[in-house]
């Protein structure tokens, strides 16, 4: 991904203090992304981003919590919905070339870490699978496209759905076959 750094923390007011802990509370501008199925987020910015850092022996154990707000399409009428999300964030910074790296944990090189990778994962993790407008939300005329819930349209909606239609013939050859018994 070819983001900008979307947040750094200089942590060298924290090198060599164990047990220290840096505090942020920061306004923070995220660019819109790309969701799965190619689903464009829309970032209403700006986010919010709290932060602590905590000092622990060149490790960093990085804790907080990033809240927004984002559009995204509905997926039956494409109209935008606009969303909150609110997200926590955990992770564990070590040295590029620890020999025992946290398994969970995120690489630093020099007195930065970057948290651009955790904000997106965070971001990710909380997009929903399914949007819609509304749980009744008609959607869009399969015929014309025209918007169901604002407008009507006049062409025939009972769209024929090929795979029932597989069935009912062969119901029909089922029960028209050979239904001699003697
Ligand atoms: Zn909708
Ligand atoms: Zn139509």
Redesign the pocket.
């Given at each position: 991904m070819n983001l900008e750094s979307l947040f750094k923390v200089n942590i060298s007011p924290l090198q060599d203090a164990p047990g220290e802990t840096m505090e942020f509370h920061t306004k923070l501008s995220i660019p819109n992304l790309t969701g799965v199925g190619n689903r464009l987020i829309e970032m209403i910015n700006p986010w919010v981003l709290e932060l602590q850092v905590t000092s622990l022996n060149q490790r960093f154990q990085v804790s907080g919590r990033l809240t927004g707000n984002y559009e995204l399409s509905c997926d039956r009428c494409l109209e935008k919905v606009r969303l909150p999300m609110d997200t926590e964030l955990f992770a564990l910074y070590y040295p590029d070339g620890d020999h025992f790296p946290p398994e969970e944990g995120l690489a630093y090189t020099g007195d930065e870490l970057d948290l651009t990778p955790l904000l997106l994962e965070a971001i990710n993790l909380k997009l929903p699978m399914k949007n819609v407008c509304s749980l009744d939300c008609k959607g869009l005329?399969p015929?014309?496209g025209?918007d169901l819930n604002t407008h009507t349209?006049n062409?025939q909606k009972e769209a024929f759905d090929p795979r029932l239609a597989g069935l009912l013939k062969w119901k029909e050859q089922e029960g028209g076959g050979s239904g001699g018994q003697s």
């Open positions: 005329c015929v014309c025209i349209c062409c």
